[in-house]
């Protein structure tokens, strides 16, 4: 089993960033892909992005350019960097990770319980 647990979410004015961190311990040496989702209220969760064990990244359109995810393996951490936030990236967070290199809904074997951000106009 592995255990996935963020931190780093809080309030932020437009235009401002903050830095989500995720620390998975347990089980981890099965894990390839790790990155993050979200969820708006009202709204189903999305894929924002991606980093395999290997370091290829994937990005979601609306984040491109502004987002950033990294990974240290040493310290078996996902962040992800966010910058020139707007109000619409304002939800829940939610790191994921799986076994394989994809991480579509139905590849995460498992989530965090998510850290909500803010974001105001």
């Known amino acids: 089993q592995v255990q996935l647990v963020e931190s780093g979410g809080g309030l932020v004015q437009a235009g401002g960033s903050l830095r989500l961190s995720c620390a998975a311990s347990g089980s981890i040496f099965n894990i390839n892909a790790m990155g993050w989702y979200r969820q708006a209220p009202g709204k189903q969760r999305e894929s924002v992005a991606r980093?395999?064990?290997?370091?290829?990244?994937n990005y979601a359109d609306s984040v491109k350019g502004r987002f950033t995810i990294s990974r240290d393996n040493a310290k078996n951490t996902v962040y992800l960097q966010m910058s020139s936030l707007k109000p619409e990236d304002t939800a829940s967070y939610y790191c994921a990770a799986a076994r394989e290199a994809r991480l579509c809904p139905t590849c995460v074997d498992y989530w965090g319980k998510g850290t909500l951000v803010t974001v105001s106009s």
């Open positions: 980093i395999t064990s290997g370091g290829s990244t």
